[in-house]
């Protein structure tokens, strides 16, 4: 099936800085979704994009719609030891089954 | 307490024998979903059901069987014809309003 391209596949960063990570398609979607998932548990769903360069924030973290509708970008700003994990963005054009990236595995050096 | 509960957390298992996972959720979703996760490969989906008493193959049906006969509830059969069946598997459920996918805990099923 088809799969979205997700950047990163990993990363290691120190305590403090900042995070980024992006996917993008080759198909347009109505909603894009960006999940954490930590080790052993299923994935959380973080962040949820409804609109063409729509930019929203959980606490530290920030996602962008992107404007082409072919991408999306999620941003940790000031890392913590409890941002280790697993990345996923997904993305969906309607009632079918949500299209995932293969994730970006984040580890955090104290 | 509301959700999705996948139970048992870990599952083990002779080789030949076929298995039910547990998929369980009290938010009143339609839609629900079997993923199977192995290391470094994401998240595959296995089968999904938009309504009860209907269900789709996703794309790696094979070895596997569901059954939708309550909106709360969707097993999945993993059965001998699946050749490595020792992943981490995740039931899904979404609302058909907003689109957001929420996750069970997963259940490990180790075969041997």
């Known amino acids: 099936g088809q799969q979205l391209n997700q950047s990163p596949q990993s990363m290691f960063i120190q305590e403090g800085e900042d995070v980024s990570m992006n996917c993008t398609s080759s198909?347009?979607?109505?909603?894009w979704l960006w999940y954490k998932q930590d080790p052993g548990e299923g994935p959380v769903l973080l962040i949820a994009?409804?609109?063409?360069?729509e930019l929203t924030s959980n606490g530290r973290l920030t996602a962008q719609f992107g404007i082409t509708r072919k991408d999306s970008f999620l941003n940790i700003s000031a890392s913590i030891p409890s941002d280790v994990g697993i990345y996923f963005c997904?993305?969906?054009?309607?009632?079918?089954?949500?299209?995932f990236g293969k994730g970006t595995r984040l580890s955090v050096i104290a | 307490d509301g959700g999705i509960t996948q139970s048992p957390k870990y599952l083990f298992r002779k080789e030949g024998q076929n298995v039910t996972l547990s998929c369980e959720q009290n938010?009143?979703?339609?839609?629900m979903y079997w993923y199977r996760q192995d290391p470094g490969q994401g998240l595959r989906l296995i089968y999904y059901?938009?309504?009860?008493?209907?269900?789709q193959k996703g794309d790696i049906a094979e070895g596997y069987s569901v059954s939708r006969e309550k909106k709360e509830s969707f097993p999945l059969t993993v059965t001998s014809a699946q050749k490595n069946p020792t992943a981490f598997y995740l039931c899904?459920?979404?609302?058909?309003?907003?689109?957001?996918?929420?996750f069970g805990p997963g259940t490990r099923l180790t075969v041997t």
């Open positions: 938010l009143n979703h339609d839609a």
């Open positions: 899904a459920t979404k609302d058909r309003v907003t689109y957001e996918q929420y």
């Open positions: 059901s938009q309504i009860v008493n209907d269900f």
């Open positions: 997904a993305g969906t054009s309607g009632n079918t089954p949500l299209v």
């Open positions: 198909s347009i979607f109505n909603t």
């Open positions: 994009l409804y609109k063409a360069g």
